[in-house]
């Protein structure tokens, strides 16, 4: 059974940092991309990060580039998502994704397994 559990979500004021964190378990962890996905409310889903499973190459959508960084510890099977100079817009609910078997771009329908998200918030 796949399951991506994701924690460290919080408040942040402006400016802030907080640092996700993505257990995954159920699947060769090693073996998948990995990627984080958003949705703030009232919006639609948004990718945000990708990390290749060989760890090679980093992907950022531009609203969180420069600012976030996306990691992994395949021996610790788990996923991360720094996230430094947290601006209001990035109030979202954070969702830690599987890449498909075969998937080759970074793209919403490319994830075949979500975990429950953790809600980050970014207020004065």
């Known amino acids: 059974q796949v399951q991506l559990v994701e924690s460290g979500g919080g408040l942040a004021q402006p400016g802030g940092s907080l640092r996700l964190s993505c257990a995954a378990s159920?699947?060769?962890?090693?073996?998948?991309?990995m990627s984080w996905a958003r949705q703030a409310p009232g919006k639609g889903l948004e990718w945000v990060s990708g990390i290749y499973s060989d760890d090679s190459d980093t992907y950022y959508a531009d609203s969180v580039k420069g600012r976030f960084t996306i990691s992994r510890d395949n021996a610790k099977n788990t996923l991360y998502l720094q996230m430094n100079s947290l601006k209001p817009e990035d109030t979202a609910l954070y969702y830690c994704t599987k890449m498909r078997a075969g998937g080759s771009a970074w793209y919403i329908l490319a994830f075949d397994f979500w975990g429950q998200g953790t809600q980050v918030t970014v207020s004065s």
């Open positions: 159920g699947f060769t962890f090693t073996n998948y991309a």
